[in-house]
């Protein structure tokens, strides 16, 4: 995909007009306008997505088609780049998922230009409830570099994030392994220690996954697990800003104690964001409740069961719950999650020309997507 012309659109950081041209998928030039309708901007870039919209990457049986109609039904949310995020399952369960994935991605050229590589979520995770999340505990096991190599055998080497709990000895060891095999490595789903997630860190892990979620409900004042991600410049946060997962205080405090220069948002979304309110049996959880609101939550019980929202609400409520501007939001949608997936998300010259046309105003709940471009090319609207 490489397209070529130009678009007009506001440009969320000062307000004016501004013209971008593009040619052979790249930005070529950015000038002043004289007129527009609607923000233009980059492309947001998930970093964590199971599914959405009845679309699920952790059922069991993916096949290609169902990672199709994924990307396009993110694109329509104002996706332009996204992480298919495989979560604890058996070795042949995730093996399945990653070559279904690659064979999609190698077979539709909206796929090559969207997926920049996968997220494994698991399953060298904490056992201990609270920490696991929903993952499920039959298929929780040691970090193994043997099968992460038999993983990227079998996606082409498409694994470019894995999230691990650092709570055994040989963690850090094997953490710098898996970096010097090329993967990022991303603390999650943990009940690690302080010292253990520094010596993490120093072995080379650089992300907190969903930061503040996938860990005990009680933990010590202090010192604990968050503080010791907030604390350590070593390692960049992913938050989800779909107000459930975080309450506002928190997100803006986590948001403040990171900057914004080491924070990034993820919708960490499921199969059932963006389906009606009601009550839903899912592989992954048993039977779940989605209120209006998006909070999905484990039938007659307060837990949460995964995340509802799609990014694009993420920025939208970003906005509110931590009192930042609108070109704040997006860069932690886009810049800051595309440095982690080869510098994407960039809006200035030499750039992809991955951009989204859409309309806000203060108190909405998400964007309006108008259109999307990849690379150049017009898919949305």
């Not at 298929?139 to 992460?148: M, Q, S, V």
């Not at 501007?325 to 010259?349: F, K, V, W």
Request: with cysteine.
């Amino acid at each position: 995909m490489s397209g070529s012309g130009e678009i007009s659109g506001i440009d969320p950081t000062t307000g004016q007009p501004q013209r971008i041209h593009f040619e052979n998928g790249l930005i070529t030039r950015i000038e002043p306008a004289t007129d527009a309708k609607h923000y233009l901007a980059a492309g947001l870039i998930d970093l964590q997505v199971n599914g959405y919209a009845g679309h699920d990457l952790n059922s069991g049986a993916l096949d290609a088609a169902t990672v199709r109609a994924l990307g396009q039904v993110l694109l329509q949310t104002g996706v332009t780049s996204f992480a298919p995020t495989l979560i604890t399952a058996s070795e042949a369960g995730l093996l399945h998922g990653l070559r279904t994935i690659a064979l999609a991605r190698a077979g539709d050229p909206v796929l090559a230009q969207m997926i920049g590589h996968i997220h494994v979520e698991g399953p060298w995770i904490s056992a201990e409830d609270g920490a696991r999340g929903a993952h499920p505990t039959a298929h929780i096991r040691a970090i193994d570099l043997d099968e992460f190599q038999r993983w990227q055998a079998a996606c082409d080497g498409l694994v470019g994030m894995v999230t691990l709990s650092p709570h055994s000895p040989d963690a850090p060891e094997k953490i710098r392994h898996l970096v010097r095999m090329g993967t990022q490595v991303a603390i999650g789903h943990t009940h690690a220690t302080p010292a253990q997630i520094a010596a993490a860190a120093e072995a080379g892990a650089s992300i907190s996954t969903h930061l503040g979620n996938g860990i005990a409900a009680t933990l010590p004042r202090h010192p604990n697990a968050i503080w010791a991600q907030l604390a350590d410049d070593r390692l960049t946060a992913g938050l989800i800003a779909d107000g459930h997962h975080l309450d506002a205080d928190t997100f803006k405090v986590m948001l403040r104690a990171k900057g914004p220069n080491r924070a990034f948002l993820v919708s960490d979304a499921v199969a059932l964001g963006g389906l009606s309110p009601g009550r839903y049996h899912q592989p992954i959880g048993g039977d779940v409740e989605l209120s209006a609101d998006g909070r999905l939550s484990l039938a007659g019980t307060p837990y949460l069961a995964g995340a509802a929202r799609n990014l694009a609400e993420g920025v939208a409520s970003a906005i509110a719950m931590a009192d930042i501007t609108l070109a704040e939001a997006l860069d932690l949608a886009s810049r800051q999650a595309g440095r982690l997936m080869g510098g994407r998300g960039r809006l200035e010259i030499g750039a992809a020309a991955d951009l989204i046309c859409f309309d806000w105003k203060p108190g909405q709940t998400n964007l309006d997507i108008r259109n999307v471009y990849l690379r150049g090319e017009r898919v949305v609207g």
